[in-house]
């Protein structure tokens, strides 16, 4: 059972989104300020936060960066004004969507699924760090934008170097350590030369300038390293 956050000082509103959600089997807790949504976000296990943008005790802007410093779970922002300024500022601090008043429920309802679909990546068995997650159990590779989940093909040698990077993440890695962990599980070994062109390869596919990683760097002397974001 997922657990919505609402956090509208429109008590009608707040009521009316409360109402729709618990209809689809949510559970929902509701907050009018933001002192009383982030005590309901320390309190409860929240899945999904509606938040207003504009609060009696604070700006719902503020509210969204310290939540997306502590979780990635999704935030849909809710407000009265329509200025792309606003709509650029809510997205820019972390949320996820972003709805104009006044709205029908029936869009805010698709819009709250489809960001749960989105998020439907299995947390068993995943390695995330930054933008990149590393599904284990099917051996699948994601980067995870702002709205947006994209798999980036990758082949099995591409996989176990990337599964021994990210689980190790933060840590320089000699050649010697990373080729041990190449091994197949035929015994097969993986011949040493394959893995500065695997790593050349997985620059194209993660880094803005492969020629300038900064997610995946070598350590002149020492091995390479994946940098924790």
């Known amino acids: ?46 899945d999904l936060i509606i938040l207003d943008l504009g609060l009696p005790d604070g700006n719902g802007i503020d509210f969204c960066k310290s ?38 429920l029936s869009i805010l309802r698709a819009r709250v699924e489809a960001l749960f679909r989105r998020m439907e990546i299995p947390d068993k068995n995943i390695v995330k760090i930054g933008k990149y997650q590393l599904d284990t159990s099917s051996c699948k590779f994601y980067r995870i934008d702002l709205n947006d989940i994209e798999e980036i093909p990758i082949s099995s040698t591409e996989y176990r170097l990337l599964n021994f990077l990210m689980v190790n993440a933060g840590q320089i890695l000699s050649k010697e350590q990373i080729l041990a ?6 015994g097969n070994f993986v011949d040493e030369n394959t893995l500065p062109v695997n790593i050349s390869r997985l620059r194209t596919k993660i880094e803005d300038d492969s020629k300038k990683p900064r997610t995946l760097k070598t350590i002149y002397g020492m091995g390479y390293i994946w940098v924790k974001e």
Request: proline content about 2%; glycine content about 6%; hydrophobic content about 40%.
């Open 1 to 46: 059972m997922k657990t919505i956050l609402i956090i509208e000082d429109d008590e009608n509103l707040n009521r009316g989104i409360a109402f729709a959600f618990e209809k689809d089997g949510y559970t929902v807790k509701c907050a009018s300020t933001i002192k009383a949504g982030e005590k309901s976000f320390i309190q409860y296990n929240i």
């Open 67 to 104: 939540i997306r410093d502590k979780t990635s779970i999704p935030i849909i922002m809710l407000t009265a004004r329509d200025m792309e300024i606003d709509e650029v500022s809510g997205l820019m601090s972390g949320a996820d969507d972003y709805i104009t008043k006044p709205f029908s």
């Open 181 to 186: 962990a190449l091994w197949d599980n035929q």
